[in-house]
């Protein structure tokens, strides 16, 4: 009996296993093979919209969009039997367009055709409309070519802006990894605003669902979504002013930065010397890039946000506000004779034969190095590297670019965590005229002067898309109206004013700060320093002069810095008086007290 149940119990295993895979084969299987069918025959084709176009303020395209044309041959045509069929179709398209060279177009097909492959093989990417429009219907009448509309990135600029526009590149696999959308459009922002407002420009994919047959021919519509359009990006250049200040400055290396004083919109800004940003679209030469990369210039790096300065004298309006909120009063004077002895080492004060007594204001308006040397000491480093902070100083500016750098604000955690040694006394005595290991970026400095002119940290942008009010600083105004009484007198007093002679041509009263910041060390044996026009070329000092006006009512920064231009007056005062006037024939200044 025992061993009758156990055979019954056997075979009603078996049938429930039966069953069971009766189930799976007859119902879920076919749930499964049913999901693949559809996947043979129902076609999800992506539609790409234009890339969205930059336009300066006033509505100028900065980057646009060209249209033309590309050429697709069928696949499969590799095969003894069709071998011929491609070869007279290169042969057309050499004749027609012979800068597509016969060996290089078989090497583009071979390379994107393949057994499994059933689209059109993509060979030549962009044809101009102009170059292809009286050739369309001859292309066009032929089966085995597919003519689909394209459209090529240009920037009509030029040179011009190529640092804050940037340029757009062929995706990678990594890009296509991080941005699905780039597997579709092939092209993806690599620098600039293209990078930065990747998302925006690129717009949304449209997408048209069809069904297809078994040689893959469109036999039905089933669904369709039109790609987003409203993709374009208005920024806040003028292009006028752009223009203006790339044929002003020159042949110079350096940066300039035009902004709102008051909310941190940027009218203009330039890094030079600029590149040709239309170069990277089809994707650089390896010549023309190691050109590029070996120019002791620099032109590919964006010196506004990634050029790392030392800010030389324009950095005391910070350290004068940073001695009056620590504790020194507002009449406190030293004697300058011309340097100050510590221990060993003599700290030279720009003017070998001393300033005499100095003041607060006297010392920002003829640029004083001994009177901040003695000040330091009093406050000490980690107060004023606070205070610099705050100010903005060694912190991104959070402007609407990729990869800005913090730059360098030290104190001694900062020295003892990067070298692994202590701070000393000279450290401080660097620091404080912005030497040493100071740096700064002009982007920085443009907004460190913006707080000067009115009291708020404003975040520099070139759309409204990365707009935010500015940040309220506390501060004292009375020792504001100091450090503006001496910014003043830098470019309107005649004696001693370090600007004076250099600003005269502007229409409006202006604030300024002259710097001069040193390439290379002076030896302590030299007791003469040579001019600047006698140094080297690249051992001169960066000159830097940044301003705010009117000074009764600031509304604009202006901040040039001239590589290894010397004297920051006498590099770029000429620049900064052509800029003002310009924004006042802009309509910009209006009020000009």
């Known amino acids: 009996m025992k061993r009758l149940n156990l055979i019954f119990i056997l075979i009603f295993i078996v049938l429930i296993t039966l069953l069971s895979r009766v189930y799976f084969l007859s119902i879920k299987s076919n749930t499964y093979y049913e999901e693949l069918s559809k996947r043979n025959y129902i076609k999800r084709i992506y539609k790409v919209p234009n890339r969205g176009i930059i ?62 492959k059933h689209d059109f093989v993509k060979i030549v990417d962009f044809i101009p409309y102009d170059n292809f429009f009286d050739k369309y219907t001859l292309f066009n009448s032929n089966d085995d070519i597919q003519i689909k509309s394209e459209v090529k990135r240009v920037y009509p600029e030029g040179k011009n802006a190529s640092h804050i526009i940037g340029y757009i590149g062929k995706a990678s696999r990594l890009d296509i990894q991080n941005n699905e959308f780039s597997k579709y459009s092939g092209i993806i922002g690599k620098n600039g605003l293209e990078k930065y407002y990747n998302d925006k420009l ?7 669902v069809v069904k297809v047959n078994a040689l893959n021919k469109e036999i039905e519509l089933l669904d369709e979504k039109d790609p987003s359009s409203n993709n374009d990006l208005s920024i806040s250049l003028d292009i006028r002013l752009q ?14 930065v035009v902004m709102n004083a008051k909310n941190g919109e940027i ?43 030392p800010p030389g004298s324009i950095i ?46 006297k010392a920002i308006r003829e640029s004083c190095d001994d009177f901040f040397y003695k000040g330091s000491l009093l406050v000490g480093i980690n107060k004023i590297s606070k205070s610099l902070g705050n100010y903005g100083i060694g912190k991104e500016t959070g402007v609407d670019l990729v990869n800005e750098f913090y730059a360098t604000n030290p104190n001694k955690d900062w020295k003892e965590k990067k070298y692994d040694q202590p701070w000393y006394i000279g450290d401080t005595i660097n620091a404080s005229i912005g030497q040493g290991y100071m740096t700064v970026t002009p982007l920085q400095i443009a907004r460190y002067t913006a707080f000067l002119a009115t009291g708020k940290l404003p975040k520099p942008h070139f759309s409204k898309l990365n707009f935010e009010e500015p940040k309220e600083i506390k501060h004292n105004d009375d020792y504001m109206k100091i450090v503006r009484q001496g910014m003043y007198e830098v470019a309107n007093n005649k004696d001693g004013g370090t600007a004076y002679y250099h600003v005269r041509e502007s229409k409006i009263k202006i604030a300024a700060k002259t710097g001069t910041a040193q390439v290379v060390s002076i030896p302590q044996a030299e007791k003469v320093r040579m001019k600047e026009s006698e140094l080297k070329y690249y051992h001169r ?3 830097w002069l940044t301003t705010y006006g009117p000074f009764k009512d600031p509304q604009y920064v202006v901040t040039v810095l001239v590589e290894h231009g ?20 802009l309509g910009y200044i209006k009020n000009k007290k």
């Open 316 to 361: 005391k309006m910070g350290i004068a506000l940073s001695f009056l909120d620590n504790g020194i009063k507002p009449n406190y004077e030293v004697y300058c004779s011309g340097s100050l002895q510590i221990g060993n080492r003599k700290f030279r004060c720009w003017k070998t034969t001393g300033h005499g007594r100095v003041g607060f204001v």
């Open 541 to 543: 000092s960066h000159a």
């Open 566 to 585: 010397g004297h920051g007056g006498s590099a770029a005062g000429h620049v900064v008086s052509k800029i003002y006037n310009k924004l006042i024939e």
């Open 243 to 256: 223009r203006y200040i790339q044929k002003i400055f020159g042949d110079d290396s350096g940066a300039i």
């Open 202 to 208: 690129q717009g949304e994919l449209g997408v048209k």
């Open 267 to 309: 009218l203009a800004a330039g890094s030079y010397p600029e590149f040709n940003n239309n170069i990277f679209v089809d994707g650089i030469s390896t010549k023309e890039w190691d050109k590029m990369r070996n120019d002791f210039n620099h032109p590919f790096t964006n010196k506004l946000i990634n050029g790392l300065y």
């Open 55 to 116: 336009k300066d303020r006033n509505g100028v395209p900065l980057a646009m969009n060209k249209l033309g044309f590309s050429i697709n041959l069928k696949p499969h045509l590799q095969s003894y039997k069709n071998k011929k069929r491609l070869e007279e179709l290169i042969t057309l398209i050499n004749k027609h367009f012979p800068e597509y060279k016969k060996e290089e177009l078989y090497k583009e097909y071979k390379k994107l055709d393949s057994n499994y």
